[in-house]
């Protein structure tokens, strides 16, 4: 608490992040927990992820759920009556506020519309397709099990299936891509009228098989000139559109931003179960084991799931709010940092820094946010680096 070195207490968190770590393959850049051909484990691993949903439920403090998001790995290899039973138990222990926020990310090979209908029946209703290409020979280059008329088959059985809050995954900066390439794949995107887009700019992890090729010199990457021609058509053709910018990487129609990731990015709370699954609370940071088969094991024995535990000290817990807080377009809330720290940017960056990026264009001072302006949000990664 304040005045003994902690920050101030957050409110009960609201958000609850549910991981799948089942895939049908693993992709060449993927560094997610995720693991293929587990298909044998899907139902012992649904069991315990409900045993670990009623025992965070008896121990922890909750609000109601504005926000519960399934990820991966791919949800949706799992049968539709398993997520279907996920997301009802959820509701059961937790609640859901009036017009919650329920996502699911799907991959265009797991779904058809029997499934997508029993989903959108169990009080889902946002879908984060992950497309990545619209260019067939893309989709085989990053290792995707899917095809364009797949990609773009499960949209349209989305919509027959009533979703009306579509988001689609894109990637650019990948191998073999230029902006033509992707000028093409967005437009097609752009055709289908999704309500939101994420659009990731390929970063090649540690310890994935695109490291490795590009350790080796065997990974053929877009240049910079290619990679700023990329962001030009991005910014053009979203804003035709009519969807707008929210955040470096993300862009919807108004009323369509994804809550459950705006709270990521604000650094507030949130609950978190599932293999690999990491949650936020009162400041704690928890991770939980990886191995899907250990994971059962634990749940099953009654064991702690938590691998890794880390808290970080006020400074430490600022910084990250402000940079996780700059990738939105509005920036961080300097009356929020105040009242969550009882500081000001100024007691943890000293005097100078905030007023150099400012003079360097790279920053703007409101008189609520501090934002990257539009040409910090080119450089975001050095001026990130900097108030680290």
């Known amino acids: 608490m304040p005045g003994n070195?902690?920050?101030?207490?957050?409110?009960?968190p609201s958000s609850l992040y549910i991981h799948i770590p089942f895939c049908v393959s693993k992709c060449p850049y993927c560094s997610f927990v995720s693991w293929p051909g587990m298909d044998s484990l899907h139902q012992r691993y649904v069991a315990a992820l409900l045993r670990e949903a009623e025992w965070l439920r008896q121990n922890t403090s909750t609000q109601p759920l504005s926000t519960l998001f399934l990820g991966g790995g791919t949800p949706t290899i799992l049968a539709g009556k398993e997520l279907a039973a996920i997301v009802t138990a959820c509701k059961g222990l937790f609640g859901f506020t009036h017009q919650a926020e329920i996502s699911i990310e799907a991959n265009p090979k797991t779904i058809d519309l029997e499934k997508l209908t029993l989903l959108r029946r169990s009080d889902i209703n946002r879908l984060s397709i992950g497309v990545q290409?619209?260019?067939?020979?893309?989709?085989?280059?990053?290792?995707?099990?899917?095809?364009?008329?797949?990609?773009?088959?499960?949209?349209?059985?989305?919509?027959?299936?009533?979703?009306?809050?579509?988001?689609?995954?894109?990637?650019y900066g990948t191998p073999g891509q230029d902006h033509k390439s992707w000028q093409q794949s967005l437009e097609q995107a752009l055709s289908l009228a999704p309500d939101h887009l994420s659009l990731y700019e390929l970063t090649v992890?540690?310890?994935?098989?695109?490291?490795?090729?590009?350790?080796?010199?065997?990974?053929?990457?877009?240049?910079?000139?290619?990679l700023a021609a990329m962001d030009q058509i991005t910014a053009t053709l979203c804003r035709q559109a009519g969807l707008v910018q929210y955040e470096i990487s993300n862009y919807a129609r108004s009323g369509y931003e994804c809550r459950h990731n705006i709270n990521y990015w604000q650094n507030g709370p949130y609950l978190?179960?599932?293999?690999?699954?990491?949650?936020?609370?009162?400041?704690?940071?928890?991770?939980?084991?990886?191995?899907?088969?250990?994971?059962?094991?634990?749940i099953e024995s009654g064991q702690s799931v938590v691998q890794e535990e880390e808290c970080l000290e006020p400074a430490a817990s600022f910084r990250e709010t402000v940079?996780?807080?700059?990738?939105?377009?509005?920036?961080?809330?300097?009356?929020?940092l105040q009242r969550r720290y009882e500081m000001e940017l100024n007691d943890c960056y000293g005097k100078t820094l905030i007023r150099r990026l400012v003079d360097q264009g790279l920053l703007e001072m409101t008189a609520t946010h501090l934002r990257l302006t539009a040409r910090g949000r080119i450089f975001a990664n050095q001026v990130m680096a900097e108030l680290v």
Do not use: W
């Open 205 to 226: 992890e540690q310890g994935t098989p695109y490291y490795q090729q590009l350790d080796q010199g065997l990974l053929d990457l877009p240049d910079e000139e290619e």
């Open 5 to 12: 070195g902690g920050e101030a207490a957050l409110t009960e």
């Open 272 to 298: 978190a179960l599932g293999a690999g699954a990491v949650s936020c609370l009162e400041g704690r940071r928890q991770q939980k084991t990886s191995d899907p088969r250990l994971f059962c094991e634990q």
């Open 133 to 171: 290409s619209l260019q067939d020979k893309e989709l085989q280059l990053l290792g995707r099990p899917h095809s364009a008329d797949d990609a773009i088959t499960a949209v349209r059985l989305a919509r027959a299936a009533g979703f009306d809050n579509i988001s689609l995954d894109l990637m």
């Open 323 to 336: 940079i996780m807080g700059l990738r939105m377009n509005q920036g961080v809330s300097k009356e929020r």
